[in-house]
């Protein structure tokens, strides 16, 4: 072995010995040591190159997502840089973006791992202007990679001195995740409602359009079967309660990321009949199966972000005790997972329907 191998993972088994204290102080220490001056930049936008830390979390990297991608519009491939998780590849990679993204895998971020160095390898190759670290809940070795990009300017949600040196207020001073995106997109001068078109287009780019034009999809709502962020998963009760009341004028197609979130529902779709596809939530080609259908019915789930912020679907929203802020869009309706979904059904087809 070489000494600098050895050298390295030495130093990583010794940290394992440290405390939490002496260990955010190694990491100040190593990553740049005494915190340098700067003056804050009013037109902070006019930053050129800009590196962006986006979330750990899938519901809120879909949610800053829409961002990134307006962000990246105005800089050259060699001035933008996004560090995401490899499990976003397929997405980014939709949207064209994928040239731009340092992929990293999770269980492999930590510091005397061989990836996590050549991660730091890779963001030390420029000097950047400006880190974007939208993390809420930034690691050591995450925040040292944004001090190491050497940028003057490091701005994030949360106050990280020294690794990060702005510390990001909305007009609301709160930590709702939507108020700190809107407060981006008025810091750096984008239209939001544009951005969202923008990320819709974007992942048309590259489908053939007569493809779309053979399906027969326009009576057909999503029933995603995900489990919710936070609360409880779906019951087949109600699977097959909003089936029946769907039943008289669509036909119900469940979704879900995987095949074992359908097990506990296999009995009542088969007692319904209805079709299913574990598949696409994850794949390159997620954009394309979305618009085919009008509407998806949905509980607070990591994809519920997805279909809000990068489709022309309309969110069919159950609410629940502990959602997970959405704020209202033309696009979206919520209804009480409590009530008649009867009624849900009559308000939801007014709401599809509708041009």
Known sequence: MSPLPFAKKFRWFFMRFLSAEQLRRWFEKRSGGKSEMFQYKPDISNCQKVVIFLPLEQDKFFVFLPFAVALSEKRGQDDFLIVTDENNRYILRALGLEWNCLFYHGATMLYGEDDFFETEKRIREQKW??????QDKATLPHLYLARVTRAPYRLGIKQEFPFLNITLKNSSNSENIYANRSFLYKTFLIDPEKA?????????????????????????????LEPPVEGEPWEESEVFSIFKAFQSRWRLITIAATNKQFEPYYKVMEELDIRSNPVFLHSESIFSVLRQYPAIITLNSVHSHLFLNLSNIKVLMLEQDNDYDIPNNQRMIKFSRLGNFYSFSKLATDFVVAK
């Open 129 to 134: 202007d400006l880190c974007l670290f939208l």
């Open 196 to 224: 969202e078109k923008t990320g819709i287009q974007a992942t048309q780019k590259n489908e053939r359009q007569d493809f779309n034009s053979r399906l027969s999809t326009s009576n057909t709502l999503l029933l995603n």
